[in-house]
C-alpha cells in the first residue's frame, strides 16, 4: 500500500521562500505521475503541479515562474519549492501520486501560511 507523507510546510512572510517535501513508502515513486494540489480556506482544491515519471513539469498558472516541482527517485521523494510567495498561496497543500489502473493516492496535507 502506497503512503505519502507531506512536511515543510509553516509561516512564511510574503516574498519568502519554502520547500515541501512528499516522502513516499510501500512504492516505487519512478513508475508514477507525481502532483502538489492545495485548498485555501472556503474554497475547493486546486492543482498546482505536475512531474511527469519521465520529469516533465506543468504548473498552473497562478504559480508559474514561483514554484518549482521535482522529484528525486532515488529517495523516493517529491519536492515542491515554493518562492515569492504571496498571501494567496495561503493553503493546505497535498501531495498526489496517480498512476496505473486508476491507482490514486493523497498525502494528508502541510499548511502553508503566507503573512502580510
Known amino acids: 500500500q502506497v503512503q505519502l507523507v507531506e512536511s515543510g510546510g509553516g509561516l512564511v512572510q510574503s516574498g519568502g521562500s519554502l520547500r515541501l517535501s512528499c516522502a513516499a513508502s510501500g512504492s516505487e515513486i519512478r513508475m508514477y505521475v507525481m502532483g502538489w494540489y492545495r485548498q485555501a480556506p472556503g474554497k475547493e482544491r486546486e492543482w498546482v503541479a505536475t512531474?511527469?515519471?519521465?520529469?516533465?513539469?506543468t504548473y498552473a498558472n497562478s504559480v508559474k515562474g514561483r514554484f518549482t516541482i521535482a522529484r528525486d527517485n532515488a529517495k523516493n521523494t517529491a519536492y515542491l519549492q515554493m518562492n515569492s510567495l504571496i498571501p494567496e498561496d495561503t493553503a493546505v497543500y497535498y501531495c498526489?501520486?496517480?498512476?496505473?489502473?486508476?491507482?490514486?493516492?493523497w498525502g494528508q496535507g502541510t499548511l502553508v501560511t503566507v503573512s502580510s
Open positions: 512531474i511527469s515519471r519521465l520529469g516533465s513539469t
Open positions: 498526489n501520486l496517480v498512476g496505473s489502473r486508476g491507482l490514486e493516492v
